[in-house]
């Protein structure tokens, strides 16, 4: 991708956990030298002399301070999982399900898949490497990967460690617990503020009737995923309009709408203004465009909250990009006003969104959003107890490497836990579970070092039913959604 400026080395920052990145270095060298050469595992241990770090959920070392400890989930093979028949059945003959197989040949324990990995932004990525019940796979050049899985359900892990991309690490050790999928697509996230930031900027006039002193925001109803965000002003019926970039070649060919609104003494809407353009938009191409500006319907309606007692609370409340928040003695007293969509433009969906926790802002927290329906006049939001971390507890020490991680379960939410220590393991578990062990790495190479301190945090997302949920793409855009934020921990690992 040819055009992309640096403004320096710095540390790329993981979307939402980014302590341990430094010690990151050390890990994935591990996985690459395993997926490359097939080494045997092994680690550095941590100065003491003659001291042999722990597999990670499998087998100890030669130092006997933490002995006695066996593998976690029963199995060495990475993702633990074990392929469905080649079990000799009475007279030895491997059968599935008992059944000898036609012509007594052992049947097959893997079924092909095809996977992809891939980046928001830059879309496959090629070079990273999938574990699956014990096999390797890489993905090629459009982060295609043609593997095999068991029957059944099966343990997935991404290794993401140094890529093509224009970053300088990786995002760790990602695993998926419980696929049944053909098509898993593993989305890896990362930030691109470390790189330089092309800009572009459009301007005109505002055409039309409006007031003065109106709140104005610019956004695109559709944009390339490089496209950042766009933002503005208007000064006497005439607008700038800045748009960021993520890398030099990206464009947006959309349309650039402006919302335009009234406040009250809340600064809640009161009226919108709507107006639209459409061009062509990318790093460092100026645009001169006028916008028709024209006044659009609203709708008002309240919001009745069935909450936890005692949660300190805030709405968003949103139509498309747009937002606005309301605090806690508007909540469910204000009227809320929302321009009408689709009558405005198919991108101005309304919704909800309320934020609560015992303490604003902090976790652990909870999101419930909704979308607006049509006929109705007051929305009600109900949600459940916020979610919260149970064991082990914060700062707790002599942390083995079968420790059990325990957590509050959340109906129809996927789990995301992230195990992060400061020298090196840095692992995102996905589970339906809330109660789990950390995997067995120890066939990638990957140790849980002696007195390592670490963080342990996890959030859960819904609606999600299946971890299959979370690797199949899809544009359906649910009615209502939950996210919860359960915290993090500190913990020291054993000696």
């Known amino acids: 991708m040819g055009g992309r400026k640096s403004r320096g080395r710095y540390l790329t920052r993981v979307r939402w ?28 241990g941590d100065g003491d002399a003659g001291a042999s770090p722990v597999a990670v959920g499998g087998a100890y070392g030669d130092d006997r301070g933490t002995a006695g400890e066996g593998p976690v989930g029963g199995s060495a093979s990475v993702g633990g999982s074990v392929g469905v028949g080649g079990v000799p059945s009475e007279g030895g003959v491997p059968s599935e399900g ?148 993520f890398f030099d070649d990206a464009s947006a060919g959309g349309t650039l709408m402006a919302l335009l609104w009234s406040t009250d003494a809340d600064n809640l809407p009161t009226a919108f203004w709507f107006g639209q353009a459409q061009f062509t938009w990318g790093p460092s191409i100026p645009i001169t465009a006028d916008i028709p500006i024209t006044a659009i319907a609203s709708k008002s309606f309240k919001i009745q909250t069935d909450l936890p007692e005692g949660v300190s609370t805030t709405a968003y409340v949103s139509s ?91 109906p129809d939410t996927c789990h995301t836990m992230l195990l992060n220590t400061a020298n090196g393991y840095h692992v995102t578990i996905h589970t339906l579970r809330s109660t789990l062990a950390p995997p067995d790495l120890s066939a990638l190479g990957i140790t849980w070092q002696k007195r390592a301190t670490g963080t342990w945090s996890v959030s859960s997302t819904g609606p999600c039913s299946s971890i299959d949920t979370l690797v199949t793409p899809t544009d359906a855009v649910p009615e209502q959604t939950a996210q919860f934020s359960l915290g993090s921990r500190t913990f020291t690992t054993a000696r």
């Open 17 to 44: 956990a980014s302590a341990g990145v430094l010690g990151l270095g050390l890990l994935v060298q591990a996985c690459g030298k395993t997926a490359r050469q097939g080494s045997s595992p092994r680690g550095d």
């Open 98 to 245: 008992g059944v000898p197989s036609e012509g007594g040949a052992a049947p097959e324990t893997r079924r092909p898949i095809t996977a992809r990995i891939v980046d928001k932004v830059v879309g496959g990525i090629e070079g990273m490497k999938l574990h699956i019940a014990g096999e390797s796979f890489v993905s090629d050049a459009d982060g295609i990967v043609h593997a095999t899985a068991p029957y059944g359900a099966y343990d997935a892990i991404v290794v993401d460690d140094f890529t093509t991309l224009p970053r300088e690490y990786g995002t760790g050790i990602h695993v998926y617990e419980g696929l049944t999928t053909d098509h898993p697509q593993f989305s890896i996230y990362y930030d691109y503020y470390d790189q330089f930031m092309p800009q572009s900027k459009a301007d005109g006039t505002l055409l039309g009737t409006y007031p003065d002193g109106l709140t104005t925001k610019f956004a695109f109803a559709t944009s390339s995923p490089k496209f950042i965000t766009a933002s503005g002003n208007v000064s006497n019926g005439t607008y700038t309009a800045k748009a960021e970039w």
């Open 320 to 410: 498309g990009p747009f937002s606005w928040v309301g605090n806690n003695e508007a909540l469910t007293t204000k009227t809320f006003i929302l321009p009408t969509a689709p009558l405005a433009h198919p991108a101005l969906r309304p919704r909800v969104q309320l934020s609560y926790g015992a303490v604003a802002g902090k976790a652990p927290l909870a999101w419930r959003g909704v979308r607006m329906p049509a006929d109705i006049d007051t929305l009600t939001i109900h949600g459940p107890p916020v979610p919260t971390l149970l064991e082990p507890a914060d700062a707790a020490t002599k942390i083995a490497a079968n420790a059990q991680f325990s957590f509050t379960a959340v």
